[in-house]
């Protein structure tokens, strides 16, 4: 079964740290480009963060930059968002997605993607 699972969610203080993992099962990410989305309670899902795995370019919402980095790591066939100073705003479901396809027009869009993962819980308290 084709499917993309992410893992490392969890609860941390604030101006605590995280990594997710991103794994593909059933195929490799290679010339895909793979992305991060959230969803807190009551608001409207949101991209976090794309990366293409041709090049390594990658994208972020505005209010993770220079806190969170996407990085690729391509003997293991894997994704990683490490989120730093994280804030209570920060808690959400995130979910990995990945588009089959070098780059993706409108990173942030949800329905660019073609696979998605079942999401993990980040929690941060204050």
């Known amino acids: 079964e084709v499917q993309v699972v992410e893992s490392g969610g969890g609860s941390v203080q604030a101006g605590g740290s995280l990594r997710l993992s991103c794994a593909a099962s059933?195929?490799?990410?290679?010339?895909?480009?793979i992305g991060w989305f959230r969803q807190a309670p009551g608001k409207e899902r949101e991209g976090v963060s794309c990366?293409?795995?041709?090049?390594?370019?990658?994208y972020y919402a505005d209010d993770v930059k220079g806190r969170f980095t996407i990085s690729i790591d391509k003997n293991r066939n894997m994704v990683y968002l490490q989120m730093n100073s994280l804030k209570p705003d920060d808690t959400a479901v995130y979910y990995c997605?990945?588009?089959?396809?070098?780059?993706?027009?409108?990173?942030?869009?949800?329905?660019?993607?073609?696979?998605w993962g079942q999401g993990t819980q980040v929690t941060v308290s204050s």
């Open positions: 997605v990945a588009a089959a396809r070098y780059y993706v027009t409108d990173w942030s869009q949800w329905s660019a993607y073609d696979y």
């Open positions: 059933g195929f490799s990410f290679d010339g895909f480009a």
């Open positions: 990366v293409s795995w041709r090049d390594g370019s990658t």
